[in-house]
């Protein structure tokens, strides 16, 4: 099971079925979204093998900041 599937389900049944979109289910799926995509980033960085301090000394080095 993905963890998109209930939001989608929700979509497809305010889209299909003309079900109820509350403000409590908006927010809802726009927290299980956040979720996801937070999870998602985390096991990004996890597979570079770098932390974020590794990422930022580059990103810093690449525009020429010094600080």
């Known amino acids: 099971m993905n963890p998109v599937d209930p ?3 929700v ?9 109820p979109l509350t403000t409590q289910i ?3 799926a ?3 979204l ?9 096991a990004g960085a996890a597979r570079d093998g770098s932390s974020g301090e590794d990422r930022r000394t580059k990103a810093e ?4 900041f010094e600080g």
């Open 26 to 28: 908006l927010v809802a």
């Open 7 to 9: 939001v989608v389900a």
């Open 34 to 42: 956040a979720s996801v995509a937070l999870i998602v980033s985390a």
């Open 11 to 19: 979509f497809l049944g305010w889209l299909v079925l003309h079900g």
């Open 30 to 32: 726009a927290v299980i």
């Open 61 to 64: 080095a690449e525009i020429g």
